[in-house]
Nanobody, 124 residues
Framework: VQLQASGGGLVQAGGSLRLSCAASGGTFSNHAISWFRQAAGKEREFVSAIVWSGGSTSYADSVKGRFTISRDNAKNTVDLQMNSLKPEDTAVYYC??????????????????WGQGTLVTVSS
């Protein structure tokens, strides 16, 4: 399975963007999927995760209430709806996955699949 992230762009503070992580080359429905982000000069950090069924999600405190993760296993996609964006949300966003039926972990080392990243820039 390969992952590809898309949907990044330039948006003003308070605006919205929707990122998409598309899977190809295999079964996607049994994978836990998460979003991470990395701002310039900072370490990559966990943003949000969703279990294989979509029945459970988790969020970093910094995005809780503003971001929503969802998935469509029929379309092999996981989306991240980002609302009320702030300049501090500026980063390259990556989707990551692992074949697992448990709640996804927040540690990067747990994942064995990574997309190429998509840049989100929020202007003030």
């Amino acid at each position: 399975v390969q992952l590809q992230a898309s949907g990044g762009g330039l948006v003003q503070a308070g605006g919205s963007l929707r990122l998409s992580c598309a899977a190809s080359g295999g079964t996607f429905s049994n994978h836990a999927i998460s979003w991470f982000r990395q701002a310039a000069g900072k370490e990559r950090e966990f943003v949000s995760a969703i279990v294989w069924s979509g029945g459970s999600t988790s969020y970093a405190d910094s995005v809780k209430g503003r971001f929503t993760i969802s998935r469509d296993n029929a379309k092999n996609t996981v989306d991240l709806q980002m609302n009320s964006l702030k300049p501090e949300d500026t980063a390259v966003y990556y989707c990551a996955g692992r074949r697992a039926l448990v709640l996804p972990m927040t540690a990067m080392t747990w994942y064995d699949l990574w997309g190429q990243g998509t840049l989100v820039t929020v202007s003030s």
